[in-house]
């Protein structure tokens, strides 16, 4: 059974920085897409960043040059190097992975940024 395990989230205030790392288990064949999506109370999960397997990177407009997606293939493991973090970052931040027939979540980690 494939499992998402996210760590890394926590409460930082404005200016802050946060690594937020997602650890497939179990068996996965071929993870092509990893990356991250975030909700925020009372909004829909939207993307935040996404890293394709060939090293192609799409991120959100709202964390464009404060945000880097990373991944670690060896160890089936994506990471979420968050920076310059603002007040409206708040949100569960989930993992997401994807195969050619598959999509994977994990159970998200809660971010929380104080003015």
């Known amino acids: 059974q494939v499992q998402l395990v996210e760590s890394g989230g926590g409460l930082v205030q404005a200016g802050g920085s946060l690594r937020l790392s997602c650890a497939v288990s179990?068996?996965?064949?071929?993870?092509?897409?990893m990356g991250w999506y975030r909700q925020a109370p009372g909004k829909q999960r939207e993307l935040v960043a996404t890293?394709?397997?060939?090293?192609?990177?799409n991120y959100a407009d709202s964390v464009k040059g404060r945000f880097t997606v990373s991944r670690d293939n060896a160890k089936n493991t994506v990471y979420l190097q968050m920076n310059s973090l603002k007040p409206e970052d708040t949100a569960v931040y989930y993992c997401?992975?994807?195969?050619?027939?598959?999509?994977?979540w994990g159970k998200g980690t809660q971010v929380t940024v104080s003015s």
């Open positions: 997401n992975v994807r195969t050619t027939y598959s999509a994977y």
């Open positions: 179990g068996f996965i064949f071929r993870i092509n897409d």
């Open positions: 890293l394709t397997r060939g090293g192609s990177t």
